[in-house]
């Protein structure tokens, strides 16, 4: 599959733990956050948003938290499991312009 | 199946010779947009769609056009490549005009020479 990124910061967790990616975003006019799952050879796939307005939002075993103070967003896999090794974006949008970050490659341990 | 295709999948080309990769989306999505990748750099916006007969800028659009004559297609051009494009593009598509909650097609390797 594709490279999308060589040297990426790496987390690894045990199966069945909970895994925790952040993500520092730079603009605080940003009014709506994204968190993107790349596996490798593929698109990124959408896995859960939240808007400014908000500071948490569930999903399927996905929480996204948002701290707009410190400009950081967060993801919270529940159990996580092996489909999960992938890496991951968090995208931030201001106006109609998308800045997506480098991401985090997470790895999956038995 | 919903689904955004890009074509080709891989493509080696030559400096100066004109290509265009092709992004349709079967969605009836407003919006459509065109990144590029590049390890360590993450995910840049090239151009971007509104809706037919618009497009706009994004981050790095120089040395690329494009074009939305229709609703599911957004061809990316780039009339006259340089090595410095060598990237993995991705097309992707959302069903408000805003680009909210985006489908990425599969990506297309490109590689000038």
């Known amino acids: 599959g594709e490279s999308v990124g060589l040297h990426l910061p790496t987390l690894s967790v045990q199966e069945g733990d909970n895994s925790i990616i952040n993500c520092a975003y730079s603009?605080?006019?940003?009014?709506?956050f994204i968190w993107y799952k790349q596996e490798s050879g593929k698109g990124p796939q959408f896995i859960i948003d939240i808007r400014s307005n908000m500071d948490k939002r569930q999903g399927q075993r996905v929480t996204v938290l948002l701290n707009k103070t410190v400009k950081h967003l967060s993801l919270q896999i529940a159990a996580t499991q092996p489909g999960d090794s992938a890496v991951y974006f968090c995208?931030?949008?201001?106006?109609?312009?998308?800045?997506f970050g480098p991401g985090t490659r997470l790895s999956v341990l038995p | 199946e919903a689904q955004v295709t890009q074509n080709p999948r891989y493509l080696i080309t030559v400096t100066g010779k004109k290509l265009t990769v092709t992004c349709s989306q079967n969605?009836?999505?407003?919006?459509m947009s065109w990144y590029r990748q590049d390890p360590g750099l993450g995910l840049r916006q090239i151009y971007y769609s509104m809706n037919v007969e618009v497009t706009d800028k994004g981050d790095v659009p120089e040395g690329y056009k494009v074009s939305r004559k229709e609703k599911r297609n957004f061809p990316l051009i780039l009339e006259s490549p340089s090595p410095n494009q060598t990237s993995l593009y991705f097309c992707?598509?959302?069903?408000?005009?805003?680009?909210?909650?985006?489908?990425f097609g599969p990506g297309t390797r490109l590689t000038v020479t």
């Open positions: 992707a598509s959302s069903f408000g005009s805003t680009g909210d909650e985006q489908y």
């Open positions: 995208a931030e949008k201001y106006g109609q312009n998308f800045v």
């Open positions: 603009n605080s006019a940003s009014d709506y």
């Open positions: 969605m009836n999505h407003e919006y």
